[in-house]
């Protein structure tokens, strides 16, 4: 089955303990992308990844990392986290960045 | 400056008939225009999308329009069940010439289908 995996799908933290968020998809794709969800605001791009290494800031890059070291993953980073990144969480992934990505199901961190 | 609009929060609209739900957006360069669908505790999943030389797109119940001229799209779903209820996100990227832009997703507008 055609999909992408997060995990954990919930998290509970404190602020300044590195964490890590998994993706996983299995179709290939070279795009791949984490957004996350907050009231009020709809989904915003934090990274993108167009291929294996190549990684560039969305429209809320600060207090996260990405890497992409294999087609198929793509971790998102918080190195140091603050309860502003208390949020809704996804990853997508697509063949092309302008069109069609399929979502994963979401990853609710909540940072006290 | 937001490039992509959905300017009512929410909409409520009975069983069996017309929702349309609207997008606005800045960017004469958008080319590809997609809807998204997402329930609680699930991942949006793509609805429909069209591209910038069509005007219209139907899906069975979902029908998509595009006016150029306004910068605006609609989604229409006929007839509503009660199982539509979700939250919409429209989304617009530039294709054009090569160049691949992300997609720039709406705020969102959440429909509610009343049995």
């Known amino acids: 089955e055609a999909q992408v995996t997060q995990n954990p799908r919930y998290l509970i933290t404190v602020t300044g303990k590195k964490l890590t968020v998994t993706c996983s998809q299995n179709?290939?794709?070279?795009?791949m992308s984490w957004y996350r969800q907050d009231p009020g605001l709809g989904l915003r791009q934090i990274y993108y990844?167009?291929?294996?290494?190549?990684?560039d800031k969305g429209d809320v890059p600060e207090g996260y990392k990405v890497s992409r070291k294999e087609k198929r993953n793509f971790p998102l980073i918080l190195e140091s986290p603050s309860p502003n990144q208390t949020s809704l969480y996804f990853c997508a992934s697509s063949f092309r960045p302008g069109y069609e990505q399929y979502f994963g199901p979401g990853t609710r961190l909540t940072v006290t | 400056d937001q490039q992509v609009k959905q300017n009512s929060p929410s909409l409520s609209v009975q069983e069996g008939r017309i929702s349309i739900l609207n997008c606005d957006y800045t960017n004469s360069m958008f080319d590809y225009f997609l809807w998204y669908k997402k329930y609680p505790a699930e991942g949006p999943t793509f609805l429909i999308s069209?591209?910038?030389?069509?005007d219209k797109n139907e899906d069975g119940r979902f029908t998509v329009f595009l006016n150029k001229s306004a910068k605006h799209l609609s989604l229409h779903i006929v007839p509503s069940q009660p199982g539509d209820s979700a939250v919409y996100f429209c989304?617009?990227?530039?294709?054009?010439?090569?160049?691949?832009?992300?997609?720039?997703f709406g705020k969102g507008t959440k429909l509610s289908v009343k049995p």
């Open positions: 069209i591209s910038s030389i069509k």
């Open positions: 989304a617009a990227s530039v294709n054009y010439g090569g160049s691949q832009g992300n997609l720039i």
């Open positions: 179709m290939n794709h070279e795009y």
């Open positions: 990844s167009m291929n294996v290494e190549v990684t």
